[in-house]
């Protein structure tokens, strides 16, 4: 089955809405007066899950971009990306961060000394002290490492090596890991944090992307995408995940195994994406999920806090206050901010025609030719 030719990959914001659900059902666990309890939260672990199945989304995603520019234009502009994740990130996640500080500065909120230093530099993920409400910007740390790191490595290396660099991400991660925690226990609650350990997730949709097309091609691929076994492709990366209480199990195998499962059912759902699957990932209250999970994630942590007494905290006013102040954000803040994004965009990245000349194929490659874009308004990208 091929790629629709419209403006958005289909499924994807689908499966951010899963994976921000997750994460939210994860939280929510023990908090007041919500019907699960913090320990069957835990045990399913779901907000690792969801997590793992962002990073797998990101780097599959940001590396398909790339890819197109450089089929595109012949070369990465990494003022461009640079530019782009500055855009997107930036002004929703220090939008948290100034409203955390002021909250702090008149009591409201308990932070840790560093919380804010940290979170400012998105080195949280290096450190171990961080309170409940940045907790979660562990994670957003990671992906910001992966943007600073990864558009570099393909300009450099070409994408051949810069795919060979992937690789050997994911075959050495596992081994990172249970060194990290067998010689350094005093470090241990950061593996599965710090980027090194937890990279090969982000590098395994990186690798989906580049492989993609070659696997779309082959017979045998086509017809394990086609089976009805496929189901239990899914079912192996909820079973990797679910080691997460056997450390040495889940860093060594677990955690490679839900990062490739994983990764097939994004192609999975990708490709059937206007199967009976595909049609409830691309239904309309999924996909603008999807499309605010960014700043649904951002603002999910202060008011899902188990640990809190405030009535804020409490179900089912707290998720109600992470709901809307991430709508809020999505209007006030991102899409604002996207909408200069692609000013600046056209203001320094467009080729100026000169005076006189025929611009018609260009025009006619914009409109019909093959470009496609990342997902919607409040896709990653």
């Known amino acids: ?13 689908g499966l951010r809405a899963i994976s921000i659900a997750l994460v939210l059902v994860a939280h929510l666990a023990g908090t007041r007066n919500f019907p699960v309890s913090a320990a ?35 070369h990465i502009r990494l003022g461009r990306f640079y530019l782009r994740r500055t855009l997107r990130i930036f002004p929703p996640y220090y939008t948290l961060l100034v409203a955390l500080g002021i909250a702090w500065a008149v009591g409201a909120v308990a932070l840790a000394p560093n919380d804010l230093a940290h979170g400012a530099t998105y080195t949280s993920n290096y450190y171990l002290g961080r309170s409940w409400f940045l907790g979660h910007t562990w994670s957003l740390s990671v992906e910001e490492q992966f943007y600073l790191l990864w558009p570099a490595a393909l300009l450099l290396a070409g994408l051949r090596r810069g795919f060979l660099i992937a690789a050997a991400v994911v075959l050495l991660s596992p081994f990172i890991r249970v ?43 086509q017809r394990v995408l086609g089976s009805p076994w496929f189901v239990v492709v899914p079912l192996l990366a909820i079973a990797g995940n679910l080691t997460h209480d056997h450390p040495l199990v889940l860093f060594g195998l677990g955690m490679s195994v839900a990062n490739i499962a994983i990764a097939l059912t994004i192609d999975w759902c990708v490709t059937h994406y206007d199967g009976r699957v595909g049609r409830v990932l691309n239904a309309a209250p999924l996909v603008f999920i999807g499309w605010i999970s960014y700043s649904l994630y951002l603002w999910q ?56 000349a025929d611009t018609s194929a260009h025009v006619r490659t914009l409109a019909g030719g093959p470009v496609r874009r990342s997902s919607g308004a409040g896709g990653v990208a």
């Not at 982000?202 to 989906?208: D, E, K, N, Q």
């Not at 999505?330 to 006189?356: C, D, H, M, N, Q």
């Open 1 to 13: 089955m091929r790629h629709r030719a419209d403006a958005r990959i289909p499924s994807l914001d």
């Open 40 to 74: 069957a939260g835990n045990f399913w672990g779901l907000g690792e899950f969801g997590v793992r199945v962002f990073f797998v989304i990101s780097g599959f995603l940001i590396t398909g971009l790339l890819m197109q520019e450089l089929a595109s234009e012949g």
């Open 179 to 221: 060194a990290e925690w067998e010689l350094f226990r005093s470090a241990g609650a950061g593996v599965g944090m710090r980027f090194e350990t937890v990279a090969d997730s982000i590098a395994t949709g990186c690798l989906l992307a580049g492989a993609r097309a070659y696997l779309q091609a082959t017979p045998l691929y």
């Open 301 to 356: 942590q202060p008011f899902l806090n188990r640990a809190s007494t405030s009535m804020v905290a409490a179900f089912p006013l707290n998720i109600v206050c992470a709901v809307a102040l991430a709508v809020a954000s999505y209007y006030i803040v991102e899409r604002p901010a996207l909408r200069l994004r692609k000013s600046i965009e056209r203001a320094v990245f467009t080729p100026k025609a000169a005076p006189g």
